[in-house]
């Protein structure tokens, strides 16, 4: 069985940055035979969930939210995924969750899917 396990979340001025970490176990994401799909999901507070951005092997999908200011990359070396966030606005305030199985030509995400426990970003002067 999966796990996944974020780290990285904190706070940060509107304009900054910061990277999350999403560390996977009882998986390998450079998998021969089974591309599982690793991404982000954020909720924040009074607000639904919305499909931050997913990886596979194959293919890569990001929120229109967050096109041309996140980045997710995938580190085989170290079994994790990461999401660079740059130019941060308060909007991204959020509690964002590690999702292993989303869908990286959709976004979409599943109850199903291997959910880390969250990592809150708070963006604030």
């Known amino acids: 069985q999966a796990q996944v396990v974020e780290s990285g979340g904190g706070l940060v001025q509107p304009g900054g940055s910061l990277t999350l970490s999403c560390t996977v176990s009882?998986?390998?994401?450079?998998?021969?035979?089974?591309?599982?799909?690793i991404g982000w999901v954020r909720q924040a507070p009074g607000k639904e969930r919305e499909g931050v951005a997913c990886?596979?092997?194959?293919?890569?999908y990001y929120a229109d939210s967050v096109k041309g200011r996140f980045t997710i990359s995938r580190d085989n070396a170290e079994n994790t995924a990461h999401l660079q966030m740059n130019s941060l606005l308060h909007e991204d305030t959020a509690t964002y969750y590690c999702?292993?199985?989303?869908?990286?030509?959709?976004?979409?995400?599943?109850?199903?899917?291997?959910w880390g426990k969250g990592t809150l970003v708070t963006v604030s002067a």
């Open positions: 999702v292993l199985g989303c869908s990286s030509f959709t976004g979409n995400y599943y109850e199903y899917d291997y």
């Open positions: 009882g998986y390998s994401l450079d998998d021969d035979a089974v591309d599982y799909a």
């Open positions: 990886s596979s092997q194959r293919a890569t």
